[in-house]
């Protein structure tokens, strides 16, 4: 268990600028809080003619997922697993795209349920005190 971590871009398999996430906030062996603000960024990677969609916060919840999967694997001292993104469910988006809230957002995430293949997540993106998006991510691990 922590309250620090490293910095996101040391525990994800991405490079600047698809990097989304700054900084992590807290995490324990079930949760983990970030922060962003790179849904301001005019060069988000993300963007699709000029616009973040409120559904591109999947993939901001995915690397919060990710750091906290590195995370508590290195609290156990056990080699990271590579995985991906198999399933994104109970989505419900609160606003229609990323890039017009102005506050950083907030990225919490879950553990639901984990297993020796596969993980379960529930998330939550607000700014400002304001619900974004949330749902239920799930991983499966290789």
Not at 19 to 29: E, K, M, N, S
Not at 60 to 70: F, G, L
Not at 84 to 111: C, G, H, Y
Request: proline share 5%.
């Amino acid at each position: 268990m922590s309250n620090s971590a490293p910095s996101p871009d040391t525990l994800l398999p991405h490079a600047a600028p698809m990097v989304l996430i700054d900084a992590i906030l807290h995490w324990d062996d079930n949760n983990i809080s970030c922060t962003a603000d790179s849904h301001l960024a005019a060069d988000n990677p993300l963007r699709q003619s000029g616009v973040l969609s409120v559904y591109t916060g999947i993939e901001y919840a995915a690397q919060a997922m990710a750091a906290h999967a590195q995370l508590t694997s290195m609290a156990a001292t056990s080699v990271p697993r590579k995985g991906f993104l198999a399933t994104a469910s109970k989505l419900s988006a609160q606003v229609r795209n990323l890039d017009d809230v102005a506050e950083p957002l907030l990225v919490e995430l879950q553990m639901i349920a984990v297993n020796s293949g596969s993980s379960l997540y529930s998330f939550v993106i607000s700014a400002g005190g304001q619900i974004l998006l949330d749902g239920q991510l799930m991983a499966v691990v290789e």
